[in-house]
């Protein structure tokens, strides 16, 4: 079955700066990639997805690029920001048995320092 | 407003017993799945329903029930809890079993088990 690894498991970046969050995949079937954002306490929210016949999407400063050869996809958000404090779970979806299967990796906690 | 609502939002209690945590959508979606959150695990998906009365299991399953007798609940059952089952729980529903459609998550249960 599919397997998403997520990289790195905690990141600190200075307000302003920029912050990369990479995630690789097994099963190139997988179609959909969407990445969740979720909030001290709160659940996740999707803040960006891009699909298997598109490399890039941008939305204001979150940006995400997607490698289908390579199987790896990657969130960029840049001048980051306080609120941008969270963590942050990849996913990739694929089609089995008549269902859509949503497969998360382990999360990024992100901090961003004033 | 369209919502996913998951009750209780906090749950103690004792080794074996039973106990349900409900979720109902008011998006009329097809698809909902349940999901648990642990650290460094990201989100593993326990069952999912792709419509009324069609269920099957995730990656993991075993200790939990699940039903779908309308379209908008899709209660989760522990028959007899164990303390690894002490987590953080999510419901989520989806418009299409077809894949790539953004998922709405619930509040979270967090169920502590002694």
């Known amino acids: 079955g599919e397997n998403v690894e997520q990289h790195p498991s905690t990141l600190s970046v200075q307000e302003g700066d920029s912050a990369v969050i990479k995630c690789t995949y097994s099963d190139s079937a997988s179609n959909y990639f969407p990445w969740y954002k979720q909030e001290l306490g709160k659940r996740p929210q999707l803040i960006i997805d891009?699909?298997?016949?598109?490399g890039e999407k941008k939305d204001q400063r979150i940006a995400v690029t997607l490698n289908k050869t390579a199987k790896h996809f990657s969130l960029h958000i840049t001048e980051t920001q306080p609120e941008d404090s969270a963590v942050y779970f990849c996913a990739a979806s694929t089609y089995i048995a008549g269902a859509q299967k949503l497969v998360f990796g382990q999360g990024t906690r992100l901090t961003i320092n004033p | 407003e369209a919502q996913v609502t998951q009750n209780p939002r906090y749950l103690i209690t004792v080794t074996g017993k039973k106990l349900t945590v409900t979720c109902s959508q008011n998006m009329n979606h097809e698809y909902m799945s349940w999901y648990r959150q642990d650290p460094g695990l990201g989100l593993r998906q326990i069952y999912y329903s792709m419509n009324v009365e069609v269920t099957d299991k995730g990656d993991v399953p075993e200790g939990y029930k699940v039903s779908r007798k309308e379209k908008r609940n899709f209660p989760l059952i522990l028959e007899s809890p164990s303390p690894n089952q002490t987590s953080l729980y999510f419901c989520?529903?989806?418009?299409?079993?077809?894949?790539?459609?953004?998922?709405?998550f619930g509040q979270g249960t967090r169920l502590t088990v002694v």
């Open positions: 891009i699909r298997s016949n598109v």
């Open positions: 989520a529903s989806s418009l299409s079993t077809q894949g790539g459609t953004e998922a709405f």
